[in-house]
């Protein structure tokens, strides 16, 4: 026999366990920042990446492989990025008021440099901006850290291509990559570590790549 008792138990317990369905729907919902570009004729003419609050990173790029050349190409990876550029990318999203206003800064006679667009979702928000020259600081150090990491993945997609497929052009590929970090540092160079490593293994390729892509490597304190 049923009692009533046993009846407010049952609901009771019914009540938790949609509670904690609840709570952990919301846990899985990652909050995410998410940057595009799209911009004919640069290389690549399209790429967008989405940053989530874990770090898990997705990034998707298409468009020409080299500028001289007509063969296309499409790109996707998953990644990981660092504690330090996550909680960079939010508190920017933070400052920018998660892109729920207009970013461009409408200035008259201002070269083109690519459709951009921020958005951010979170559980409660939901919200996205195109421009092309933010109007405000934040926006406009949000954009070059993204920029920045696609530099990155993409030296690493094009390292990776060259050692599969044309060796010899490693070493110039990764001499401007010294180059540009002697100025500034890559950012998030860890995407890539399994690339370099690969080179510096490779006995195919020529001791002087496989000497830039180990400089490289060091700057992670790698081997």
């Given at each position: 026999?049923?009692?009533?008792?046993?009846v407010?138990?049952l609901?009771?317990?019914?009540?938790?366990?949609l509670?904690?369905?609840?709570?952990?729907?919301?846990?899985?919902?990652?909050?995410?920042?998410t940057?595009?570009?799209?911009?004919?004729?640069?290389?690549?003419?399209?790429?967008?990446?989405r940053?989530?609050s874990?770090?898990?990173?997705?990034?998707?790029?298409?468009?020409?492989?080299?500028?001289?050349?007509?063969?296309?190409?499409?790109?996707?990876?998953e990644?990981?990025?660092?504690?330090?550029t996550?909680q960079?990318?939010f508190?920017l999203?933070?400052?920018?008021?998660?892109?729920?206003?207009?970013?461009?800064?409408?200035?008259?006679?201002?070269?083109?440099?690519?459709?951009?667009?921020?958005?951010?979702?979170?559980?409660?928000?939901s919200a996205?901006?195109?421009?092309?020259?933010?109007?405000?600081?934040?926006?406009?150090?949000?954009?070059?850290?993204?920029?920045?990491?696609?530099?990155?993945?993409?030296?690493?997609?094009?390292?990776?291509?060259?050692?599969?497929?044309?060796?010899?052009?490693l070493?110039?590929?990764?001499?401007?990559?010294?180059?540009m970090?002697r100025?500034?540092?890559?950012?998030?160079l860890?995407?890539?570590?399994?690339?370099?490593?690969?080179i510096?293994?490779?006995?195919?390729?020529?001791n002087?790549?496989?000497?830039?892509?180990?400089?490289?490597?060091?700057?992670?304190?790698?081997?």
């Open positions: 026999m049923i009692t009533g008792a046993m407010r138990i609901q009771l317990s019914c009540l938790v366990m509670a904690s369905i609840f709570t952990y729907s919301q846990a899985q919902e990652q909050a995410s920042v940057f595009a570009l799209d911009f004919p004729g640069s290389v690549p003419e399209h790429y967008s990446i940053v989530q874990d770090g898990k990173a997705h990034y998707e790029s298409s468009g020409k492989f080299f500028p001289d050349s007509e063969e296309r190409d499409s790109f996707a990876l990644c990981n990025v660092s504690s330090a996550r960079k990318i508190d999203a933070a400052k920018a008021g998660y892109f729920q206003k207009d970013l461009d800064s409408h200035r008259k006679n201002m070269a083109f440099t690519g459709k951009k667009t921020l958005a951010y979702k979170d559980a409660q928000r996205e901006s195109t421009y092309n020259f933010p109007s405000d600081p934040a926006v406009q150090e949000l954009t070059d850290v993204f920029q920045n990491l696609s530099a990155t993945l993409e030296l690493g997609h094009r390292l990776d291509y060259d050692r599969r497929y044309q060796k010899l052009a070493d110039e590929e990764l001499k401007r990559a010294e180059e970090a100025t500034t540092p890559l950012v998030e860890q995407a890539i570590v399994s690339v370099l490593q690969q510096i293994d490779d006995p195919g390729v020529i002087v790549s496989r000497a830039r892509a180990q400089r490289l490597l060091q700057q992670l304190g790698g081997r």
